[in-house]
């Protein structure tokens, strides 16, 4: 088995307790396989409208965060990528399909947690230092779910978030045919990449619905709408919150 940075490890508990993959530092683990099937380069060029926005999500969180949360992790590639900045990314998700091993590449250490909702009583309140979730809230309750996010984090620790609404015809309707466009040139540059996690069409909630709900739960919280049919929040807590 080889060690430092490219080690995929495994390591399983019975049952549906627990099912994570980590990497440590020095690449070493108590139990470890070596999964060679899919490599890492892989990821470099899979491209989709959720992929699109995960630079944007790295470059919200910045370097040298300790504990990062991804909530919805789908097959992992997001999470992947967070150990360009994180020490430890914990990626949750309840769907079976997409919850399977993957290679991991850069420094830290991930633990994968699959088929477990969110919020998860497992969690400790102030235990994360950034929070990431990708296409993920219009499956949930987005109030209770982005209130949640809010006890997890620590003080000035980050929520970042990219996610779905509905538009609102005809106020979106120029955005929304300026997102065929962009889509188009895209898909006419890059292959696009059908994920296996399963999808809600439409979403319950509209753009504005969106806005309001996390100007609630998230005072001073940074909403943008996006083309290719995204929105995102970019949260900071503050060092000293009042209670709720």
């Avoid at 409208?49 to 992790?73: F, K």
């Avoid at 980050?158 to 996610?163: S, W």
């Amino acid at each position: 088995m080889e060690s430092g940075t490219g080690l995929s490890v495994g390591r399983w508990a019975s049952g549906d307790k627990l099912r994570a993959l980590s990497l440590k530092r020095d690449g070493s683990a108590s139990k470890a396989r070596v999964r060679a099937s899919e490599p890492v380069s892989i990821d470099a060029v899979r491209w989709n409208h959720n992929i699109h926005y995960h630079s944007m999500i790295l470059g919200a969180l910045g370097s040298g965060r300790g504990r990062v949360l991804d909530v919805g992790y789908g097959e992992g590639i997001l999470a992947r990528e967070l150990l360009q900045i994180a020490d430890h990314a914990t990626a949750i998700d309840l769907d079976r399909t997409s919850c399977r091993p993957g290679s991991t590449s850069g420094q830290g250490q991930r633990d994968r947690v699959p088929r477990r909702r969110f919020p998860d009583p497992s969690f400790r309140t102030a235990s994360f230092d950034a929070i990431v979730s990708v296409a993920a809230l219009h499956h949930m309750d987005a109030g209770s779910v982005l209130g949640r996010m809010r006890q997890l984090l620590r003080p000035a620790g980050t929520l970042a978030i990219v996610g779905l609404a509905r538009s609102r015809v005809p106020a979106d309707l120029p955005l929304d045919l300026a997102a065929v466009v962009v889509n188009l040139a895209h898909k006419a540059r890059k292959p696009y990449w059908e994920h296996s996690a399963p999808t809600v069409w439409a979403p319950p909630a509209r753009y504005a619905d969106m806005r309001r709900t996390a100007a609630q739960e998230l005072p001073g919280v940074r909403y943008r709408r996006h083309l290719l049919w995204r929105y995102s929040l970019v949260w900071t807590k503050p060092k000293r919150e009042a209670s709720r």
